[in-house]
């Protein structure tokens, strides 16, 4: 009988540890009130209070692990699928990817004062007509991010491709990453400068010289990594140099930071003073984010797709506020 006992102790442990994997590290030290309630959450949904045994610590990981993939509601004042449908310029950003919806309210939506829910239950009908609407800057100016420009600089383009995998050239993902950050940055009031704006080839010299141009903005490089013959290696990088401004360091973190907890990625650091030319000659306060192994197996076959594109630009955007809110 004791064996027994021991033997259900450790396949209920298994079932926990598939159930309720820890999340990244970063994200459970961000705040998520405005979308999650413990208490709330395991009385309206049974299965995770029986799961979990009404343990608040375990709900919160599985509403961050698997509730907001699976559109579940972690507080009475967020619904997602009523944001989803109330806010048709994010349906043209982020489509069918639910975790990008309370991120993004979370971040700015609730500071911009859209709702979070009907209040009764209730929800707009989606049309295909009304999904197509594109994201657009405020017109008066008051988006959240209102007066703050930001350089952003997709690596590579035109002739250099950046680092190759099966056909799939890094240059191809910088671009449609930086476009999903601009459209969200401008969404909430930035100004944002593009370093390229086609498949066209910048020199360094030209994304640096645009950077210290604009001594208002910061800069923020997006790039994919690679380690030929190291499938296994993954996760993000950020780098800059602080010795040319004190504060480059401070947004290279909030970026990785904002994407390993948008995305799950593993967070790899990376050197607050380092000689990459386009952070190295930037005076302003500029950062080099590399949002993934184009070499990892498993993240050649995130990195490709729209969902993830969405989920990276997201936790950018999210770093990029991060930084502003604090210097």
């Known amino acids: 009988m004791k064996k027994l006992s021991i033997s259900i102790c450790l396949i ?11 999340i990244n590290a970063k994200a459970t030290g961000s705040d998520f009130s405005a979308i999650f309630d413990a208490d709330y959450y395991l009385t ?23 509730g907001m ?22 349906r043209a950003i982020f489509g ?9 309210y979370m971040t700015f939506g609730k500071n911009e004062g859209r709702a979070g829910s009907s209040g009764d239950g209730s929800y707009p009908v989606l049309t295909a007509s009304s999904n197509q609407i594109q994201v657009s800057v405020p017109s008066d100016g008051t988006g959240f991010l209102a007066g703050r420009t930001v350089i952003l600089d997709p690596g590579h383009g035109g002739a250099d491709p950046g680092c190759i995998r099966n056909g799939v050239f890094e240059k191809n ?14 969404a909430n009031g930035a100004t944002v400068i593009m370093t390229r704006s086609d498949d066209s080839f910048v020199s360094l010299e030209s994304r640096w010289t ?9 800069f923020v490089s997006i790039h994919v990594n690679a380690i030929s013959g190291y499938p296994g290696i993954s996760g993000m990088n ?27 990625a593993g967070n790899r650091g990376g050197d607050p003073n380092a000689t990459i030319k386009v952070v190295h000659y930037s005076y302003i306060p500029a950062a080099l984010i590399e949002i993934g192994f184009l070499s990892s197996t498993q993240e050649f076959t995130l990195l490709i797709t729209d ?19 604090n210097y």
């Open 12 to 22: 209920l442990i298994a079932l926990s540890a598939v159930l309720f994997r820890p």
């Open 210 to 218: 645009l950077a210290n141009a604009h001594p208002e903005a910061i």
């Open 96 to 104: 069918e990817n639910l975790e990008s919806y309370y991120l993004h």
């Open 238 to 264: 950020a780098y800059c140099d602080s010795r040319n401004n004190p504060y480059s360091n401070a947004l290279r973190l909030s970026l990785l930071n904002g994407a390993t907890a948008s995305t799950g």
């Open 44 to 66: 309206r949904y049974p299965d995770i209070a029986a799961a979990s045994g009404g343990n608040k610590d375990v709900a919160r990981v599985h509403f961050l692990n698997a």
């Open 307 to 325: 969902d993830y594109q969405n989920k990276v630009a997201a936790g950018i955007t999210a770093g990029i506020t991060d930084f502003y809110n």
């Open 173 to 186: 993902i910088n671009y449609p990453v930086a476009l999903k950050v601009k459209a969200l940055l401008e």
């Open 69 to 90: 993939r699976e559109g579940r509601q972690g507080c009475a004042s967020f619904d997602v699928r009523y944001y989803k449908a109330a806010n048709p310029d994010l």
